[in-house]
């Protein structure tokens, strides 16, 4: 379970393909912290740490994560967000998040303003349900508020600090990220489906 509050920046460092699963090795900040076993979200992806080598880590998507995240699109250099699964006796920042990703996402819009950005995202039409004007959202595992929600589409403000500290400022416009919908939204959509 995570936050969506990004704790630091890893970059791709190296990517390998084994019977339709990809491995990366990612260079973090962070990896002296880590051990092996321990959860992380990448991306809003929550992937297993399987090997430690120096300031770098392995992990493995299979092919049911490649189909759902942008995670196929990863390429060596690239900077992901990361997160450590949260602690349960700390201030949840943002909303929980359990880095099963929903969708991926189309950027639409992106657009500067004084101090501050827009982006817009498109998502297929079947999750428009478990979106709500003000209501949390995690954008490559970026915890954020949407409005302007439409069935198949949303609206989020960037700060400055997250602007900075998040790998948001690299999407342009047509690029997929990984969306998670709101988790109690979600079970109450199937309380809902169960009693119907």
Same mark, same amino acid.
């Given at each position: 379970?995570f936050t969506g509050i990004i704790e630091t920046i890893g970059i791709v460092r190296e990517i390998k393909e084994n019977q339709?699963?990809? &491995?990366?090795?990612? @260079? ?10 321990? &959860?992380?979200? #990448?991306?809003?992806?929550?992937? !297993?740490?399987?090997? +430690?080598?120096? *300031? ?7 092919? @049911?994560?490649?189909?759902? !995240? *942008?995670?196929?699109?990863w390429k060596t250099g690239d900077q992901l967000n990361l997160e450590r699964a949260m602690l349960f006796n700390a201030r949840?920042?943002? #909303? ?17 303003? *004084? =101090? &501050?950005?827009i982006y817009s995202f498109e998502f297929p039409s079947h999750f428009g349900h478990l979106v709500i004007e003000k209501g ?6 970026? &915890? /954020? !508020? ?17 602007? @900075?500290?998040? *790998? ?9 990220? =990984? /969306?998670?919908?709101?988790? +109690?939204?979600?079970?109450? =959509?199937? /309380? #809902?489906? /169960?009693?119907?």
């Open positions: 379970m339709g699963n990809l &491995s990366f090795w990612i @260079e973090s900040p962070m990896t002296s912290e880590l051990k092996i076993d321990q &959860s992380i979200a #990448h991306n809003g992806i929550c992937l !297993t740490i399987e090997e +430690i080598m120096g *300031n770098q880590f392995k992990v493995t998507a299979v092919p @049911e994560t490649l189909d759902k !995240t *942008n995670a196929r699109n949840v920042d943002g #909303h929980l998040v359990q880095g099963h990703v929903d969708t991926k996402g189309i950027c639409t819009e992106t657009r500067a303003l *004084n =101090n &501050s950005w949390s959202i995690a954008v490559n595992g970026i &915890s /954020l !508020t949407c409005y302007n929600v439409t069935k198949i589409g949303f609206t989020v403000s960037i700060i400055p600090y997250t602007y @900075e500290h998040t *790998n948001l400022k690299d999407v342009k416009l047509g690029d997929a990220v =990984n /969306l998670e919908f709101d988790l +109690i939204g979600k079970y109450i =959509n199937r /309380l #809902h489906q /169960l009693r119907s």
